[in-house]
Nanobody
Framework: VQLQASGGGLVQAGGSLRLSCAAS????????MGWFRQAPGKEREFVGC???????????NYADSVKGRFTISVDNVNNIMYLEMNILKPEETALYYC???????????????????WGQGTLVTVSS
């Protein structure tokens, strides 16, 4: 399975952007999907994730810094995960990565090591 992140770009502070992460290359029975970001000179950090149980119930979890502003959704028909970002801040300028792991779960992980499939990253630049 390959993940392709897209949708990054330049946006003014306070603006919005929607990132996409498309999965391809085979059956995609994901159990957890996540977004991480890495700013220049900083470590990769957790943004948010979504888990899925065997009954197809989903749960979302977000970093405190983005709660109430960012929303993750998944289109299981087209195998695309979205990250809707609102009220963006200049300090959120970063490369945004999507990630996925298989195996149904009621909780998704906020650590990068829990994911075994990664997209290439899409650059989000927030100007002040």
């Amino acid at each position: 399975v390959q993940l392709q992140a897209s949708g990054g770009g330049l946006v003014q502070a306070g603006g919005s952007l929607r990132l996409s992460c498309a999965a391809s290359g085979g059956p995609f029975s994901w159990g957890g999907m996540g977004w991480f970001r890495q700013a220049p000179g900083k470590e990769r950090e957790f943004v948010g994730c979504m888990s899925r149980t065997s009954s197809a119930t989903t749960y979302a979890n977000y970093a405190d810094s983005v709660k109430g502003r960012f929303t993750i959704s998944v289109d299981n028909v087209n195998n695309i995960m979205y990250l809707e970002m609102n009220i963006l801040k200049p300090e959120e300028t970063a490369l945004y990565y999507c990630a996925a792991t298989f195996g149904y779960n009621s909780r998704c992980a906020g650590v990068s090591g829990a994911y075994d499939h990664w997209g290439q990253g899409t650059l989000v630049t927030v100007s002040s």
